[in-house]
């Protein structure tokens, strides 16, 4: 079973989706995220472990590995297919309750912002961290968050914004999430965030990249 | 102090690495000419008139050597059928891919020099070329890598690892748009050809070399052949590219503010090519005083050093970047002598202690101090301490002139006492009367004369 869950946590870290699939060339030929996960499943090993053992720790490395710069966007893109093609196989689990999500999470990137590929990157960690992610796109105004959060009780907000003029804009939305939902969990990122700015604006959590962010998740949970 | 080189020379000069008489400027104007104006960047971008007048003010406020006639990395991407949405204080925003909506390159419209605002880009550069022969005019054309990230979207960084062929192809479409615009822009007289692909920053070295290296090598092979200067500039993170982006070829790299200069320019020498960038756009440019934008150019000229560097911002100014704060840097480049006075000022304790200078005016006569550098290394200032007592002589003791070097504690205190940010200064009984020049003996008799006046005393 540790030889499964290895391979799948290797598959996932180098983006290898299926025997089919060209990426990593020194992994051509050879079996990927896909076949693992359904191999695993058919040898009866728990869902949860697949998903918390074999997903979570292939997503992890390539997390750290991008924060240290060794690997970037297209790699953690390729990571990010390879888990999605893993998911479908666990996704009958969620829906019968086998694993349950950590949470809810709603992202978007703030209105007046069209930059997504940060915003998109944390969506996907966030997935294969074993949450619930709802995207709702670029350029999101402020209304489209307040009434998924209604259909949401309970959902973290994350907001992301690239330009300093955009900036603005989430402070704004923060503002509307805290007057309406004061105890919604809000976080914040984008290349010019800072803490400063996170502190200034009122929101929960910042952080420069996805890694730190589902820490600080982590923790803000077992406080709960 | 005259220069003796035009702002073409001193870049072509810089750009292989020869000596210059002062390491070169060039302010990457891109909508602030709209600000400069009045006009906002949808307005502006629409308008070769106003692009010519804007880029135009730019060079008589900021004296640069060399000046991007329009910064817009969407002009091609527009042309070949992508939506864009437009602002009021930004270039435009790419917001549809036509190849990911299941178009092939085929499909896109031919490019011409009559596509879209691409006549707009020409006709602005030749009023230009027409205005002012001797500056360094920029082309600047969006690098292969970021046209095909407009065409395609970002599924391409997907696509470059499963159908790399695919993505090949891309670029060699890319590259012939990219040989087009910059034989257009050399046609209408720009002198250097800036590659901007500022989408290159998101990818490993191994992706660069494999998609990136080839268009964009033959590209500058190309402007090379028409005895013409290129540049390749990425905004953003891109530390990772630096050594494949030299190895492109081009004469010179332009980085962000986020890379360590020092880093880029040992790269840079390793391959004989020059190298810029790197002032800090938002946090000093826009957003900091004339003062720290002072302190922040001569530390950038530092770490430069004075053989084939070029004293440029990170990427495209910020619209609304505070005129004075680009006429800092301006001055730090220019005016040797102010670099010294900056560079010393720096240097000193600032904690000193502010003197009184109650006992230092005088009812009896006319207080003439002069702040300077020190008048043996300093010429200016040396004319400007001989003219004031020249002109103080025959009062006698009723004009006493003081000369304080700022190079001595004491001079130091005096400056800030009097409130003086530059060097030489006379300062007549308190007041900030001349800087920096020297004025004719006329004038600074004048103001001796009112002085004394002012005290009875004439
Ligand atoms: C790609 C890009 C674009 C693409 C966007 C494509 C897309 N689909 O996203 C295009 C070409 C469309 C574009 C357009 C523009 N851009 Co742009 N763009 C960039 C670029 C090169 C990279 C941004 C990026 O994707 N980085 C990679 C990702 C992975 O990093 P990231 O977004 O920071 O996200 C990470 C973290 O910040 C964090 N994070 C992100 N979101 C969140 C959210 C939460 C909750 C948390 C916790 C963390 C988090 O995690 C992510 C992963 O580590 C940057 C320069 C640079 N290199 O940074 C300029 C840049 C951001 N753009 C800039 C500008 C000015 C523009 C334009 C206005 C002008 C123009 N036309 O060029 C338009 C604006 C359009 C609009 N209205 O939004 C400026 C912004 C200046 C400023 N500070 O205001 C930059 C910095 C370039 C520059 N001039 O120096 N751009």
């Known amino acids: 079973m540790d030889e499964l869950l290895e391979n799948i946590a290797t598959c ?66 390729m990571s990010a297919k390879a888990m999605n093609t893993a998911m479908e196989h666990l996704m009958p689990f969620f829906y019968s309750g086998d694993i349950s999500a950590k949470g809810t999470f709603i992202i978007g990137t703030v209105f007046g912002d069209l930059h997504d590929i940060g915003k998109n990157l944390v969506a996907m960690m966030l997935k294969g961290n ?31 914004a690239l330009l300093t003029t955009t900036m603005a804009n989430m402070h704004q939305i923060v503002e509307r999430i805290k007057e309406k939902k004061p105890q919604t969990i809000v976080a914040i990122g984008g290349a010019p965030v800072t803490q400063d700015f996170c502190d200034k604006i009122g929101a929960d959590i910042y952080s420069p990249d996805p890694q730190g962010l589902l820490e600080d998740l982590d923790n803000k949970l077992f406080a709960r | 102090m005259k220069d003796i080189m035009t702002g073409q020379e001193r870049i072509r000069k810089a750009m292989r690495r020869e000596a210059t008489d002062r390491v070169p400027w060039v302010p990457f104007v891109g909508v602030h000419g709209g600000y400069l104006l009045g006009i906002a960047a949808d307005e502006y971008l629409k308008n070769s008139e106003a692009i010519a007048r804007g880029v135009g003010k730019a060079i008589e406020l900021y004296q640069p050597d060399g000046i991007p006639v329009v910064f817009d990395l969407q002009v091609e991407a527009e042309a070949l059928g992508c939506k864009v949405q437009w602002s009021k204080d930004n270039p435009p925003a790419v917001i549809s891919h036509p190849l990911a909506e299941g178009k092939s390159p085929k499909d896109l419209p031919e490019l011409d020099a009559g596509s879209g605002r691409i006549p707009v880009c020409l006709e602005a550069t030749r009023r230009l070329r027409e205005t002012y022969p001797e500056h360094a005019l920029y082309g600047l054309i969006t690098g292969p890598f970021t046209l095909a990230l407009h065409l395609a979207g970002t599924n391409i960084f997907m696509q470059m690892m499963e159908a790399p062929n695919e993505v090949n192809a891309l670029l060699e479409f890319c590259h012939d748009i990219t040989c087009k615009m910059a034989g257009w822009y050399m046609d209408a007289g720009c002198d250097v050809i800036a ?13 660069f070399e494999q998609f990136v290296f080839p268009p964009v090598t033959r590209l500058f092979e190309m402007i090379r052949n028409r005895d013409r200067l290129s540049s390749f500039f990425v905004c953003g993170y891109a530390q990772q590219n630096i050594p494949a982006m030299c190895a492109c070829r081009p004469d010179n790299i332009s980085i962000d503010e986020n890379i360590p200069l020092e880093y880029v320019r040992k790269v840079a020498e390793k391959h004989g090519i020059s190298f810029g960038g790197n002032l800090k756009l938002t946090s000093v440019l826009s957003m900091g005083t004339p003062g720290e934008v002072e302190i922040h150019a001569l530390e950038t000229l530092e770490e430069g050093g004075d053989v084939g560097f070029i004293m440029a911002p990170g990427c495209d100014l910020v619209m609304g970047t505070p005129p004075e704060n680009l006429q800092a840097v301006t001055r730090i480049l220019a005016d040797p002598y102010h670099r010294e006075f900056v560079k010393t000022v720096r240097s000193a304790k600032v904690e000193e202690e502010v003197p ?64 003086v940010k530059n060097v030489p200064v006379t300062v007549m009984d308190g007041e900030i009367l001349f800087v920096s020049q020297i004025p004719p003996a006329r004038n600074i008799e004048k103001a001796i004369q009112k002085k004394l006046r002012d005290k009875k005393l004439l």
């Open chain 2, 356 to 419: 009184d200078l109650t006992d230092h005016w005088n009812a009896d006569k006319v207080v003439i101090d002069i702040i300077t550098l020190d008048s043996s290394s300093c010429a200016p200032c040396q004319y400007m301490v001989e003219a004031m007592e020249l002109a103080a002589r025959p009062y006698g003791d009723k004009a006493e002139c003081n000369e304080y070097s700022i190079k001595t504690r004491e001079g130091l205190q005096m400056m800030s006492a009097l409130g």
């Open chain 1, 12 to 77: 996932i870290e180098f983006g290898k989706i299926n025997t089919g699939s060209p990426f990593p060339p020194d992994m051509r030929g050879k079996k990927g995220a896909d076949e693992y996960t359904r191999e695993a499943l058919d040898a009866g090993i728990n869902p949860h472990t697949v998903l918390t053992r074999g997903l979570m720790v292939g997503m992890d490395k390539v997390g750290k590995k991008f924060r240290e710069n060794k690997v970037f966007v297209p790699q953690v893109l």
């Open chain 1, 130 to 160: 074993g949450w619930n992610v709802i995207d709702l796109g670029m350029d999101v105004a402020t209304d489209t968050f307040l009434k998924t959060l209604e259909g949401h009780p309970g959902a973290v907000v994350g907001l992301s």
């Open chain 2, 195 to 207: 590659v901007v692909d500022p989408m290159t920053s998101q990818i490993d070295p191994a992706s």
